[in-house]
C-alpha cells in the first residue's frame, strides 16, 4: 500500500489523538475532505502551504487503511492528490516524524518518503 502524508501542527494532532479522530485543520474543514499529500507532493506542500511554521509534524498513512472515503482528485496543476472524505482514526497512523524548521524557513523531511 503507498503511503500518504498529512502535514499537521503537533498541538493539532495532539488533540486527534486525545478525541481518537482527526476531523482536520481550519484549511481541511472548510474544504470539506482532510488533505493529504503522495510521496512526491509533500516537499511542494510544505514549501507552498507551510515555509516558516513550526512544530509540525509529518503523519504517514497507509492509503489502503482509509477505504472508499479516500479519493485521488486533480488539483495544482492538474496533479492527482489525495482527500479523505472521513475523520481519520489515529490508529491507522504509521509513522509520525517532526518536521524541524530550518534556517531558511524550509523544513526536514525523511530522507525516505515510500
Given amino acids: 500500500m503507498p503511503l500518504i502524508y498529512k502535514i ?9 489523538e ?9 484549511i481541511d474543514l472548510a474544504d470539506g475532505y482532510i488533505h493529504f499529500s503522495t510521496g512526491a507532493q ?4 510544505a514549501a507552498k ?5 513550526e512544530r509540525l509534524l509529518l503523519i504517514a498513512i497507509d492509503d489502503g487503511r482509509l477505504g472508499s472515503e479516500l479519493r485521488y482528485e486533480p488539483s495544482r496543476g492538474g496533479a492527482l492528490f489525495p482527500h479523505l472524505y472521513a475523520s481519520l482514526d489515529p490508529k491507522v497512523v504509521r509513522w ?3 518536521m524541524l524548521l530550518k534556517a531558511d524557513g524550509s523544513h526536514t523531511l525523511p530522507e525516505t518518503l515510500a
Avoid at 499537521?8 to 486527534?16: G, I, M
Avoid at 509533500?42 to 506542500?45: Q, Y
Avoid at 502551504?49 to 511554521?53: E, I, R
Fill in 8 to 16: 499537521c501542527p503537533d498541538a493539532l494532532w495532539s488533540e486527534a
Fill in 96 to 98: 509520525i516524524a517532526p
Fill in 42 to 45: 509533500v516537499a511542494e506542500t
Fill in 18 to 26: 486525545a478525541k481518537g479522530r482527526f476531523d482536520g485543520a481550519p
Fill in 49 to 53: 502551504h507551510f515555509a516558516g511554521q
